[in-house]
């Protein structure tokens, strides 16, 4: 008879990785090959095996409950990438709102979703900016801690899971309005200067004719401002990765 012990428990371990595999965009994502991303669950699980001490579950109902919990724990630390990338999206929505970008869209390669093109190059900027500045590893290095702070099997849900979550949503909020505030502001004082402007001249319609004005101005800012996403992204990553580690510690 053979012995499926010692794959349970090597299944058990690959559903952390897996997770964080399936949520982190820097991994490839949801829409990445399905060969990549399971050839890089079990290349993560098989390089948490001398460091991990997988314990025996007792019966299905056991097996399912650790399974449930490793889920949670790698899906935690999966979306704390996911609110980088996400804030950065936001951005490209805020901007490509105010520029005029928002009336064509297409479908982001991240997520399936449709977005405009700002959104779609922001979050691709920030996955570029999160590999280029190794935060990958930092990811990582947070999937090997985190079997120390959170052991494998564990059952328990400390409290404050509300207070971080809000926190993570308001990181979202926070990044957006970092990179997407010049083109916003500028782009807010030329609405004014248009609206007096019609306002003093009616039959010029420069409500109407100021679109090209507002695409004008407003690609000159994004081109001004583009250094300032790297920037931004790149001093987000160690809050967020802090925010998605002390979600993942509640689980313990």
Request: hydrophobic share 60%; proline share 6%; glycine share 12%.
């Amino acid at each position: 008879m053979i012995d499926l012990e010692p794959f349970t428990r090597l299944g058990v371990l690959l559903v952390r990785p897996g997770m964080l595999v399936l949520a982190a965009p820097a991994f490839g994502g949801t829409f990445a090959p399905a060969l990549l991303k399971v050839g890089l669950t079990v290349l993560f699980g098989l390089a948490m095996v001398p460091l991990v001490a997988v314990p025996q579950a007792a019966g299905p109902l056991g097996l399912g409950v650790v399974v449930f919990h490793e889920a949670v724990v790698g899906l935690a630390l999966g979306f704390a990438i996911r609110v980088l990338v996400a804030g950065a999206e936001f951005a490209g929505q805020l901007a490509g709102f105010q520029v005029g970008f928002s009336y064509a869209s297409l479908v982001d390669p991240q997520t399936g979703a449709r977005n405009n093109v700002l959104g779609t190059a922001y979050g691709m900027m920030a996955v570029l900016v999160l590999l280029g500045i190794n935060g990958h590893h930092d990811i990582l290095r947070a999937l090997a801690l985190s079997y120390g702070a959170v052991p494998l099997g564990g059952m328990g849900l400390a409290p404050g899971l509300d207070e971080l979550v809000a926190r993570q949503l308001a990181a979202v909020f926070l990044l957006a309005l970092q990179i997407a505030s010049p083109v916003m502001i500028v782009l807010f004082i030329v609405e004014i200067a248009l609206g007096l402007a019609a306002k003093a001249a009616p039959m010029l319609n420069l409500m109407a004719q100021g679109f090209p004005i507002r695409v004008g101005v407003g690609l000159l800012v994004l081109a001004a401002s583009l250094r300032v996403v790297p920037m931004t992204v790149e001093a987000a990553v160690p809050r967020v990765l802090e925010l998605g580690a002390r979600t993942a510690a509640l689980f313990r």
